[in-house]
């Protein structure tokens, strides 16, 4: 892993400082939280902006971020995790991402297989395969979607201090412990 200022590489989102840098690896968890992923890094007090993983990252526990602020984690590859949740970060994955939720600002150019999408919004390239959908969660036309169901009564306006609605997001947390596993 390597730190490099934002500036020497071309990355997909407007980010100021240093990124950090890795080959695709299996990870037990990722915090995205500027401070948290400096820590993580063992670069405690460095602000990072973001993480680019050259490859595929497989993560044992779930990628989060829920602060008021958020590095972006570029994966190119695949991405597979209990659960990615972000409040503020911004996630891209190039190839395909499974996991039991995806939750926040995410992009995947490949296949999703997820339990529950909840959008903030999320963007997919590719087929969708999920249980449950909530909020914005795009596709681009003639993307297979299977099994895929919008639950209108989960939805209310229920929105904390930066306009995320936290009611839908907690039914489908409870929902999702319910559901049988992906594998």
Avoid: C
Wanted: net charge negative; charged share 20%; aromatic share 4%.
């Amino acid at each position: 892993m390597e730190l490099v200022d934002a500036s020497t590489l071309q990355l997909p989102f407007p980010a100021n400082g240093l990124v950090a840098v890795m080959l695709g690896r299996d990870i037990l968890g990722l915090p995205l939280e500027s401070d948290a992923l400096g820590e993580w890094l063992r670069e405690p007090g460095r602000p990072i902006a973001g993480m680019v993983v050259r490859g595929d990252l497989r993560a044992k526990y779930p990628i989060t971020n829920i602060g008021p602020e958020g590095p972006f984690l570029w994966v190119q590859g695949d991405l597979k995790a209990p659960a990615v949740v972000t409040r503020t970060s911004q996630v891209l994955v190039e190839g395909n991402a499974e996991a039991s939720m995806l939750a926040g600002a995410i992009e995947v150019q490949g296949d999703v297989r997820a339990k529950v999408l909840q959008g903030g919004p999320i963007r997919v390239h590719g087929a969708v395969a999920a249980l449950l959908a909530l909020g914005q969660v795009q596709t681009d036309p003639g993307s297979a979607v299977i099994a895929f169901r919008s639950a209108e009564v989960l939805r209310d306006d229920l929105r904390d201090e930066h306009g995320v609605a936290m009611r839908p997001l907690l039914r489908a947390i409870r929902l999702e412990q319910r559901l049988l596993k992906l594998h």
